[in-house]
């Protein structure tokens, strides 16, 4: 652990904590407890409007071949009026219902009674029993780490399933697309109101429990930090890593079997796609010990926020590019599919070496090298809300001292390489990246935010020791 701590007689704490106001915010890090007009609006924005933005996206490629304009125009022109969409729409079935409960069950228990076996045989993968960060309350959670294992296993079913054993087609998610959609919301919806119901009546550590006393922010961006069942079933590495994004590959593999099924090959653009992709989510499994020293795990509670987006958001807007290649068949000339391949690859180095960087350093608590030296950086101070003093660094060196978020700017750019598989036709497969622009500036300032409430004018220190946030020289 990075924070070593250092207990002080609660006399002198009161002491310090009264006398200055850097401390005493200092002592209230972690998620606001007060909530702006700001927030509260785009709060309400997206509890009203997330859920349309997600259907609107699937029904236009459903009935529209992914065109976002068409829709528009015949409800303007009153070519089509809502009902008319609405009642084309596919509603929930038996079959969907049962292919998604069966996939929530599977995952439980690959979760739960499948211990990690994984690190024992491959060199460098750290899973099994793991240590998450120190929460304001100062708990120290233990988690299983066993996702990679999961993917695998599910992986290798998929394959035998679909080279073998034939139970099933490897286009049963292409085809259930919408019926599946209804039960990943009730799920969604369900989860997160149970997480405010455990909140006010069981909570799995009261210290950790926020409550703004606004209805709408807390049900939004959860009240319980760390909510659990029993000792091992986290809520949020759970639906943070599974269902949602073991489910990413597999629907991934479902566009592309549904393309070979409709034209009797696969796209270039489709391969890129499920190759970057793939990438993206195998590092998350590989590094999922890493993952709980990331924002989600360490300073997000557990709301709608993660419970919705996880079971809604995630698995459906994430995957955009393959359902529209499976309307829309790209085949990229070589240069352009080896440009962009180069782009996803660049982007993916950076944003995993950023990471890598961070938790190096973290680990060894700067006994490292960066780039073969030994990192800089900058010396820092916090306090738990029970007053026990926390030391801590922040670097300045390697990617963390050209900018302050270079990971994201990395992920920015393999985000950008998945929608340029698509071509320029549509605007649709371009959601992605609009979308995790605006997702990681705003994750960049919350951020910053906090760690200004967290480090105070250690905070100060370090974003005058570097002064940009993603691109270095511009922002
Ligand atoms: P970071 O991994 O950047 O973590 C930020 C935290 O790191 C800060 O709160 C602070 O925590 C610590 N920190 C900040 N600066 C320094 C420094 N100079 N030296 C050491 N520690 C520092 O952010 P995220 O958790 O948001 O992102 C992790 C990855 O996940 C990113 O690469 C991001 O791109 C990706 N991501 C992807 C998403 C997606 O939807 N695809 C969504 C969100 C993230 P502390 O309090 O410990 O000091």
Redesign the pocket.
């Known amino acids: 652990m990075?924070?070593h701590q250092e207990k002080k007689p609660s006399e002198e704490r009161k002491h310090k904590s009264t006398q200055n106001d850097t401390q005493t915010s200092q002592v209230q890090w972690g998620r606001a407890w007060e909530v702006d007009w700001f927030s509260l609006a785009s709060i309400l924005f997206l509890l009203m409007f997330a859920p349309l933005i997600v259907y609107y996206f699937i029904m236009s490629c459903d009935q529209y071949q992914c065109s976002l304009i068409d829709p528009l125009i015949d409800l303007l022109t009153g070519n089509k009026q809502l009902s008319d969409i609405w009642n084309k729409t596919p509603t929930l079935t038996y079959r969907a219902a049962s292919i998604y409960t069966l996939w929530v069950v599977f995952q439980m228990l690959l979760y739960l009674f499948i211990p990690d076996f994984c690190h024992k045989f491959l060199p460098g993968y750290v899973g099994g029993v793991q240590e998450g960060?120190v929460t304001p309350a100062g708990v120290v959670n233990k988690y299983e780490i066993n996702g990679l294992q999961a993917w695998i296993i599910t992986h290798v079913l998929w394959f035998a399933n679909a080279y073998y054993f034939h139970w099933f087609s490897p286009t049963i998610i292409f085809d259930n697309w919408i019926p599946l959609l209804w039960c990943a919301n009730v799920l969604g919806y369900a989860v997160s109101t149970f997480a405010m119901i455990k909140s006010y009546f069981f909570p799995t550590s009261a210290e950790d429990c926020k409550f703004t006393g606004n209805f709408f922010y807390d049900y939004m961006m959860g009240i319980e930090f760390n909510p659990r069942i029993g000792k091992w079933f986290d809520f949020k590495l759970f639906f943070n890593g599974r269902p949602g994004i073991v489910a990413w590959t597999l629907i991934n593999l479902s566009y592309a079997a549904k393309q070979q099924e409709l034209y009797g090959q696969v796209t270039n653009s489709m391969i890129l796609v499920n190759v970057l992709q793939g990438i993206?989510v195998l590092d998350f499994f590989w590094n999922e010990a890493w993952?709980l020293?990331?924002?989600?795990i360490?300073?997000d509670h557990f709301g709608w926020y993660l419970g919705w987006g996880d079971c809604v958001w995630?698995p459906y807007l994430?995957t955009l590019q393959g359902l529209y290649l499976v309307y829309h068949p790209v085949q990229l000339c070589t240069a352009n599919a080896i440009g962009i391949l180069m782009l996803g690859l660049i982007g993916y180095y950076i944003?995993r070496m950023?990471?890598h960087q961070?938790d190096l350093?973290?680990r060894t608590n700067g006994n490292c090298k960066i780039w073969g030296k030994k990192p800089e950086?900058i010396e820092?101070s916090?306090m738990s809300v029970d007053g026990t003093k926390y030391y801590?660094?922040?670097?300045?060196s390697g990617f963390?001292g050209w900018a302050?978020?270079f990971?994201?700017t990395?992920?920015l750019m393999g985000?950008l390489a998945y929608c340029l598989t698509c071509g320029f036709e549509h605007i649709l497969p371009y959601f992605y990246i609009v979308y995790?622009t605006i997702?990681?500036t705003h994750?960049c300032i919350r951020?910053e935010h906090?760690?200004f409430s967290?480090?105070g004018k250690d905070w100060k220190r370090?974003t005058a020791a570097?002064p940009y946030r993603l691109i270095p020289g511009i922002f």
Do not use: Q
């Not at 020293?293 to 989600?296: E, G, L, P, S, V």
């Open positions: 990075a924070a960060a993206y993952y020293k990331t924002i989600d360490c300073h995630l994430y944003f950023t990471n961070k350093f973290r950086y820092c916090y801590s660094k922040l670097m300045t963390w302050r978020h990971n994201y990395g992920d985000s995790m997702l990681l994750r951020d906090r760690c967290k480090y370090y570097v």
